[in-house]
């Protein structure tokens, strides 16, 4: 992720949604349907408004084969 954003390389730990939704290859709608229903891994809310996305646990999740996380069966 080094860009003129970012030009010093440092790799975020926490995403927003757009930047999760990328990592993933889909939607923003599309990820925050997953998330809310217990098929991805939740957000972080910080403060009153703001969610963010944690990349390990995203990292983490996908490499299990995006796996549904609240124990339900099926995708």
């Known amino acids: ?3 003129a954003r970012n030009p010093e390389g440092i790799v975020p730990v926490l995403l927003t949604i757009a930047e999760m939704a990328k990592l993933c290859g889909i939607g923003e709608r599309s990820l925050w349907r997953l998330s809310r229903s217990g098929g991805a891994p ?3 809310k910080i403060g009153s408004t703001t969610v963010r996305y944690r ?3 995203y990292l983490a999740w996908i490499e299990a084969g995006c796996p549904r996380v609240d124990g339900r069966r099926g995708n």
Do not use: K
Request: no cysteine.
């Open 1 to 3: 992720m080094s860009n």
């Open 42 to 44: 939740r957000p972080v």
């Open 55 to 57: 990349r390990d646990e």
